[in-house]
Structure formats: C-alpha cells, structure tokens
C-alpha cells in the first residue's frame, strides 16, 4: 500500500535555529498538506500546496515557516527560527482528489526545540 | 513513541463489547467528515467517511451516522478489539475548505 514518508522521525533542536522537515507524498497524489500536533492537543492545520503553490495557510503559519517542493517527489516545511512552541508533532499528508478516502498522512516528526 | 493526547476524554470498552465515540462537529456548511484512527507513533489513519447528503455509512466493523441536525457525528465499533484501542478524531471538511480535526477520543480496549 502507498504511504507518505516523512523523514526525520524525531528532530532536536536549539531555539532560533533552522529546520527542514521532510516528506515524500504518494507519488500520483496532487494535493500536499502539513499539519502539526502538539502534545495532547488536536491536529491543526499549517498549509495545503498544489500545483506547486501554497493554496491554503493557517494563521499558525506565518513568515517563520514556508514550504518548497524542490523536485518531482519531495515536499518540505522550513522553520526558520525555532521557538520553544514549535514543538509538536509534524505531520505531511498527501491527498489525490479525485474521490472520497480523505489524506495519507505520514507516521509524523517530532520536533522538540530546547 | 510519541504519547498524543494525554487530556483526552477516554472511552474504556470491554474486549468484545460495541464501542461508540462521538463527535460534535462547528461547521454547518461542512459537507463531507472523516473518521481517523491514531495509533501511538503514528500519524492519523483514514477509517470511514461520509457525505452530508448521507446519514449513516457501513464498513467494516464500523459505522459512522451522521445528524445534521444538531451537528453530531458518531463512530460506533462492533465488537471491539485490542488493536482498536487509539486516539480517534473526527474532520469535517466545509466546502472548498481544508479538514479541520476535532479534540479526539482516547479508546481503551479492556481485556
């Protein structure tokens, strides 16, 4: 079964530094989304980015964050200053569109900002 | 792995017993939901969903019912089972919008 691969499983990282996270969607899907989780609370959306543009972003999402997808197969989140609440679980999903199954999401990265 | 929603409202079922989780959802003009299982570790998994144009939906094991009225979606699992025990969320998708997740419900599945 197709999955959507995020890499890496756990990131820890000092405040105001820089991180990219990872995620490779399944591979004919077109729409691409990331949403974070932080501990013991709901998933929240960040961003949905299709047709190589951001379609959607939360106001979670401000000019610390920003999403690229270099090539044919990888989508990443940059962080570009860490904050201690950054950290969460971040998780890319990956939908098709083109009926009902909602997102793959991927198994997620924790980020902890120390 | 990563421990997820350790303040969630519980639901603790026996082995073998029917399960129901419910959901209130905010959106009126939401059209479409989906049920998502999250194991711990892992990210959400898509169990069932359903239109607005419905009010019940079978799968297997499970079955989701839909009240527009009132905003109430629920999940119910029959006969559960250990591997059921997760985190589980509703979404609702407001038309041309993204899914927004509800607070979710810890299952405990008890032997």
């Known amino acids: 079964e197709p999955e959507v691969t995020q890499t890496p499983s756990h990131q820890v990282t000092q405040m105001g530094q820089e991180v990219i996270l990872r995620c490779v969607p399944i591979?004919?899907?077109?729409?691409f989304y990331w949403y974070r989780q932080i501990l013991g609370q709901k998933v929240e959306f960040l961003v949905s980015?299709?047709?190589?543009?951001?379609?959607?972003k939360s106001e979670i999402f401000d000019d610390q964050f920003s999403v690229e997808r270099p090539d044919g197969s990888n989508f990443t989140l940059k962080i570009r200053s860490t904050k201690l609440e950054d950290s969460a679980m971040y998780f890319c999903?990956?939908?098709?569109?083109?009926?009902?199954?909602?997102?793959?999401f991927g198994s997620g990265t924790r980020l902890t900002v120390v | 792995g990563e421990s997820v929603g350790l303040h969630l409202p519980t639901l603790s079922v026996q082995e073998g017993d029917n399960s129901i989780i419910n959901c209130a959802y905010s959106?009126?003009?939401?059209?479409?939901f989906i049920w998502y299982k999250q194991e711990s570790g892992k990210g959400p998994q898509f169990i069932i969903d359903?239109?607005?144009?419905?009010d019940k939906r079978q799968g297997q094991r499970v079955t989701v019912l839909l009240n527009k009225t009132v905003k109430h979606l629920s999940l119910q699992i029959a006969a559960t089972q250990p591997g059921d025990s997760a985190v589980y969320f509703c979404?609702?998708?407001?038309?041309?919008?993204?899914?927004?997740f509800g607070p979710g419900t810890r299952l405990s599945v008890l032997p």
């Open positions: 959106n009126s003009a939401s059209d479409y």
């Open positions: 999903a990956s939908l098709w569109r083109g009926g009902s199954g909602g997102y793959t």
């Open positions: 980015f299709y047709n190589n543009e951001i379609s959607e």
């Open positions: 359903i239109r607005s144009n419905m």
């Open positions: 979404a609702e998708e407001p038309y041309g919008q993204n899914f927004v």
């Open positions: 591979s004919n899907h077109l729409y």
